[in-house]
């Protein structure tokens, strides 16, 4: 098996994606990445290499990663605009043996130069040679070089964590891992991806949802994936209706942000037969002012970097019910547990636990990280809170380490953010555990609110007062201009942890 080999069924003409104004089909797809291989072959990559990918969202990153993984080497996906001592850690973290960056990233360069890495070089997407390209002597400078077969428990990927603290942390997923997923996710009854699909490729590539669950099931399906660089309301929109994409996927933020834009007519995704959310909890009042702008119903996922990312969706179980993430991929197994590892009782809030073949094989060279999360028999300990119904439906709380414990009474934030949210004047809010003197841990709401609203400190307190136990209601609450969310969406709690 390779991963790389999911573009190699589908019809030569049938068109694999739209970059710009550049329409590049699955016959000129092999073609680049064949080319692409050869060439990392010449620079002298050889197989469980590991080469850094700090690339936007455009088809050089696509040829790039195919490539590398087709010749049994490891990709390691780093966002292009992080700052440059973040890359200079990512990259020596990792070991890379090469760096391929746009020709004009002096700053991934740089990077790479005090990492210590090996050699740099940029493959192009016209099929060029890579810069400092020297032929190995060992077959000629137009010698086919195949896709080498792989084990299923062979590295493919490595992907930095996004909550990462202090030094960085790699999650290894293999090919056995990424491909699983792939055909898990195709499994969902009535709604799997087809050929003829359009997706809309938005989120980073270099994080794990845009990777293979954009990325990678559009290839694995022979969809066509729409790359855009930057999200941007407006100019997306467009990007939907002028390619007919028929399949979305992103996180809270991007789908309120489409809600909120006045200038959208209603009708811009008329094509769409499936949107889904992911990276983060999905507010209700999200989801229901998406539906009611568009009318195209939005589904709910939950999934992590650890399990190649896909664990639930509502698709698969068929049925919306508000708020929830819905229930377990074929083919992955999920339980609920306390704190001594003893599946909790129907309605009982406890830790998902996770196994599979999806579930990735540790954190690169951290065996302490590891077996902090993985179990002896395989399970997956997410850290991430949730409650199910007598169906199998889940429901996320929290995150387990997000958890505020005030005089021993246990504070899930998103119950207090979904509190706050559900006022008229609160547009964004998050909610952390502050040291209290009295109580042990205090909670402290940061709030966005709405232009030109004059909300304050008592009235967010009383209209919680009115609707949560004492305990878990702010004791005070920061107005800010906007809350800290990661590349993928995701709110960023550890950033308000680490305020002053």
């Known amino acids: 098996m390779n991963l790389a080999a999911i573009v190699e069924p589908h019809p030569e003409e049938a068109a694999a994606l739209y970059d710009g104004a550049r329409t590049v089909s699955y016959g000129r797809l092999r073609t680049l990445v064949a080319e692409a291989r050869r060439a990392l072959v010449e620079l002298g990559v050889v197989p469980g290499d590991r080469v850094a990918l700090a690339l936007p969202n455009d088809s050089l990153f696509v040829v790039a990663y ?20 973040e890359l200079e850690a990512e990259l020596e973290a990792v070991g890379a043996k090469l760096s391929i960056a746009a020709g004009d990233d002096a700053g991934t360069a740089r990077a790479f130069d005090r990492s210590g890495a090996v050699v740099e070089g940029v493959i192009a997407i016209d099929g060029a040679p890579p810069r400092e390209a020297q032929p190995s002597g060992d077959g000629g400078a137009d010698a086919p070089v195949p896709i080498l077969d792989r084990a299923a428990s062979d590295t493919a990927v490595l992907i930095f964590t996004a909550g990462t603290a202090g030094a960085p942390k790699a999650a290894v997923l293999t090919h056995g891992n990424l491909l699983a997923n792939l055909e898990q996710v195709q499994l969902h009854p009535g709604r799997a991806v087809h050929a003829g699909d359009v997706a809309l490729g938005v989120l980073p590539l270099f ?6 669950v954009m990325l990678g099931l559009s290839l694995y399906a022979g969809a066509a994936l729409v790359l855009v660089e930057r999200f941007d309301p407006a100019s997306t929109l467009e990007t939907v209706r002028a390619h007919g994409v028929t399949l979305l996927a992103g996180a809270p933020p991007m789908f309120a942000a489409w809600a909120e834009l006045r200038r959208a007519s209603g009708d811009e995704l008329a094509s769409v037969r499936l949107a889904v959310s992911g990276a983060s909890a999905l507010p209700a009042e999200v989801a229901g002012a998406f539906e009611a702008r568009f009318g195209v119903p939005l589904w709910q996922g939950y999934g992590l970097t650890e399990a190649a990312p896909v664990v639930t969706s509502a698709v698969v179980g068929g049925e919306r019910k508000p708020g929830s993430i819905g229930v377990p991929a074929p083919g992955v197994e999920v339980r609920l547990v306390d704190e001594d590892g003893e599946d909790v009782l129907e309605g009982d809030p406890g830790e998902i636990w996770v196994r599979g073949p999806n579930v990735f094989a540790g954190y690169w060279q951290d065996a302490d990280a590891t077996a902090a999360v993985l179990t002896a028999d395989g399970w997956l300990r997410t850290g991430d809170v949730a409650v199910a119904d007598g169906d199998g439906y889940l429901w996320l709380v929290d995150r387990s380490k997000d958890l505020v414990i005030v005089s021993g009474f246990n504070v899930y934030p998103a119950e207090v953010e979904a509190t706050l949210l559900a006022h008229p004047a609160v547009l964004e809010a998050a909610v952390v555990g502050v040291p209290d003197a009295r109580s042990g841990e205090a909670v402290l709401a940061y709030v966005v609110a709405a232009a030109g609203s004059s909300l304050s400190q ?14 878990k209601c702010p004791s005070a609450v920061e107005f800010v201009d906007a809350l800290p969310h990661g590349v993928a969406g995701k709110l960023l709690r550890r950033a308000l942890r680490a305020r002053p």
């Not at 008592?458 to 136990?469: F, G, M, N």
């Open 66 to 85: 195919l490539a590398v993984l087709g010749i049994g080497a490891v990709a390691v996906p780093l966002n292009p605009d992080a700052p440059e001592v």
């Open 458 to 471: 008592d009235e967010v307190v009383s209209w919680c007062s009115a609707r949560l136990a004492r305990y």
């Open 207 to 212: 994080h794990i949802f845009g990777l293979n």
